[in-house]
T-cell receptor, first 115, second 109 residues
Framework: ETGVTQTPRHLVMGMTNKKSLKCEQH?????MYWYKQSAKKPLELMFV???????ENNSVPSRFSPECPNSSHLFLHLHTLQPEDSALYLC??????????????FGPGTRLTVT | GQNIDQPTEMTATEGAIVQINCTYQ??????LFWYQQHAGEAPTFLSY??LDGLEEKGRFSSFLSRSKGYSYLLLKELQMKDSASYLC??????????WGAGTKLIIKP
């Protein structure tokens, strides 16, 4: 059983809707990530939080808004999305320590369809 | 610029050996990861290389040459369950991984 859970697993929303994706990690990690995965394209890092502080924001449109209330929970708030935002949204966590690199653990993802 | 290249798709036979290559051009290097992703599932960690050479882990091995910007994942004694996408990712500095588009491996009986 994965230590990273995501809800919902599937989401269909219209362009005028507002919805939120939820991620929870049970691994005691201090960093959490949101990725977008589109067919035949590399994983795109959207946001990184370390110790609840946002450290990366890779020029993501403002219609995606992250929230990290504590080191175990991460949300992605969605509003006025476009059809090209349809993709698999993956959450991941890792334990960061100085310059050491550690593997990221992924949740099962939310399959988002924007109509 | 940043670039990770790996073949889009490969086919191999059950019981055989397959090598999946990954070449990279990044502004920094702090390790290379391989992940496996079955269709509709989350990527799962396979291996990590930060020094040159071969890392062996059961049926899977991963090789790194930093001077050539090159890595490969070697899968031995292929099983049908190895049919999946294999993702190569380079860590440039802190946190950020640069990902390849993945190699879809098809195993035939």
């Amino acid at each position: 059983e994965t230590g990273v859970t995501q809800t919902p697993r599937h989401l269909v929303m219209g362009m005028t809707n507002k919805k939120s994706l939820k991620c929870e990690q049970h691994l005691g990690h201090n960093a959490m990530y949101w990725y977008k995965q589109s067919a035949k394209k590399p994983l795109e890092l959207m946001f990184v939080y370390n110790f609840k502080e946002q450290t990366e924001n890779n020029s993501v449109p403002s219609r995606f808004s992250p929230e990290c209330p504590n080191s175990s929970h991460l949300f992605l708030h969605l509003h006025t999305l476009q059809p090209e935002d349809s993709a698999l949204y993956l959450c991941a966590s890792s334990q960061e320590s100085g310059d050491n690199a550690y593997e990221q653990y992924f949740g099962p993802g939310t399959r988002l369809t924007v109509t | 610029g940043q670039n990770i290249d790996q073949p889009t798709e490969m086919t191999a036979t059950e019981g055989a050996i397959v090598q999946i290559n990954c070449t990279y051009q990044t502004s920094g290097f702090n390790g290379l990861f391989w992940y496996q992703q079955h269709a509709g599932e989350a990527p799962t960690f396979l291996s990590y290389n930060v020094l040159d050479g071969l890392e062996e882990k059961g049926r899977f091995s991963s090789f790194l040459s930093r001077s050539k910007g090159y890595s490969y994942l070697l899968l031995k004694e292929l099983q049908m369950k190895d049919s999946a996408s294999y993702l190569c990712a380079v860590r440039e500095g802190n946190y950020q991984l640069i990902w390849g588009a993945g190699t879809k491996l098809i195993i035939k009986p």
